[in-house]
């Protein structure tokens, strides 16, 4: 069964850079590109989908979240707001409550979270472990993870808990170890927090190698909290993604400028902690390659909004419009190391996202309007138009006689 999605005011392909066409029109087949062009040139298909005018582009990649977990930290945040500083040690708070929760909690809470998501045009998510901090834990959220996407991350090397708060380097021999082992059969990759307080440079190693060593490929979070050794961590070790980078030197910009290695911006995290906003522009004009996602979690950046870290980047970090959607789309398939998603050319998934706008500048222009309207994800519609929506065919439907 194939599917000609016409009427496109703007497509945006990422085919290359951001790859703009207008007047547009594509056709899926069997959930993936089959032909992008013209609308004036469109081919014959079996159902038809004429979205009036509106903006396409690809699906939203959000390469970076922590979505299987309990509970939630409202009153740290308050706090914070009132004044008390970000420092991390929340995450022993959510701890206790998903080691507390029961498979179904878990599992509805990370449904609802994945159908927010949806909603805001989000088709690929990362979701990470690093809420259970045991070996049964760990290995049980990362499964959970696993229903929801195959981007599942072993984070076991999140904080150290509080039963080992004495003996800090005994739980990354557990993490290397015995926890390693229960969690390697459900994951992809393998992150550690690399920070001032929680493991250092030697430690993060250690867990990259032994999860390197298990068959998982390393990410790191790095220099979030301050400046420290995270972002050549993460060079070093070849990692597809250093993610935050809110506090790097010029030797930082450099190496990530010199490599592989995506710099995935979280400005979610510094809007819901009030601090300080990466500088993407910095690492855009060095060459480095930039990838944006939500770090959706309970206690520093509660939002499932892709849409939302876009109008913060380009407000706070000087990306343009243009950057912004390249980073939340193509951006975070090349932080997961994925050439099926982020872009619109023929082969790839048909993971597309409908906009209530004539442009992708509608997305940082107009702030908190939910301007995804419809979503495609491998070419199956599973949001649908609003009714009234401006000048949109709400369903597909089976061309007439002679139509294209």
């Known amino acids: ?27 899926v087949s069997d959930g993936r590109i089959a032909w992008v062009g013209a609308d004036a040139g469109a081919p014959a298909a079996d ?37 008390q500083p970000y420092t991390g040690g929340g995450i022993r708070t959510t701890v206790a409550a998903t080691r507390a929760a029961d498979n179904d909690v878990l599992r509805a809470r990370l449904a609802q979270l994945r159908r927010e998501a ?28 696993r229903e929801v996407t195959p981007e599942t991350t072993f984070l076991g090397a999140h904080v150290v808990p509080v039963e080992y708060a004495d003996r800090p380097d005994d739980y990354v021999d557990l993490v290397c170890g015995e926890m390693l082992r229960a969690a390697a059969p459900y994951a992809r990759w393998v992150d550690v927090f690399c920070e001032r307080g929680v493991f250092d440079a030697d430690q993060s190693r250690a867990v990259l190698k032994a999860g390197i060593g298990a068959g998982l490929r390393p990410r790191l979070h790095a220099n979030q909290l301050g400046p420290g050794p995270g972002i050549q961590v993460a060079v070093e070790a070849g990692a597809a993604s250093a993610d935050h980078c809110t506090h790097l030197s010029t030797m930082d910009i450099e190496a990530l400028a010199g490599s592989d290695t995506v710099a995935t911006l979280l400005p979610g995290a510094e809007f819901s902690t009030r601090s300080p906003y990466p500088d993407a522009r910095a690492l855009l004009d060095a060459g480095a390659t930039v990838a944006l996602a939500t ?21 706070e970090m000087r990306m343009t419009p243009a950057e912004a959607v390249w980073a939340a789309t193509a951006g975070g398939a090349r932080a997961l190391r994925r050439t099926d998603i982020g872009h619109l050319g023929v082969g790839a998934r048909a993971d597309l996202a409908i906009l209530d706008a004539p442009s992708h500048v509608h997305l ?6 939910p301007l995804v309207s419809q979503v495609l994800h491998n070419g199956v519609p599973i949001l649908s138009a609003a009714s009234g929506r401006s000048g949109a065919e709400s369903a597909v439907k089976r061309p007439e006689s002679g139509e294209q």
């Open 118 to 145: 949806l909603r805001q045009g989000t088709t690929t998510l990362e979701v990470k472990s690093g809420y259970g901090l045991t070996v049964a834990d760990e290995a049980r959220l990362l499964r959970l993870a």
């Open 47 to 83: 159902e038809v989908l004429d979205v009036g005018g509106a903006a396409v582009l690809p699906g939203f990649v959000d390469s970076h979240t922590h979505l299987v977990f309990a509970g939630d930290r409202a009153a740290e945040f308050a706090a914070r707001m009132a004044g």
């Open 364 to 369: 940082a222009y107009r702030p908190g309007v």
């Open 1 to 27: 069964m194939s599917l000609l999605v016409r009427g496109i005011g703007e497509l945006v392909t990422n085919d290359p850079a951001l790859g703009v066409l207008h007047e547009a029109a594509l056709v």
């Open 295 to 315: 770090d959706c979690n309970p206690g520093s950046s509660y939002t499932s909004s892709m849409p939302l870290c876009i109008a913060l980047a380009v407000r």
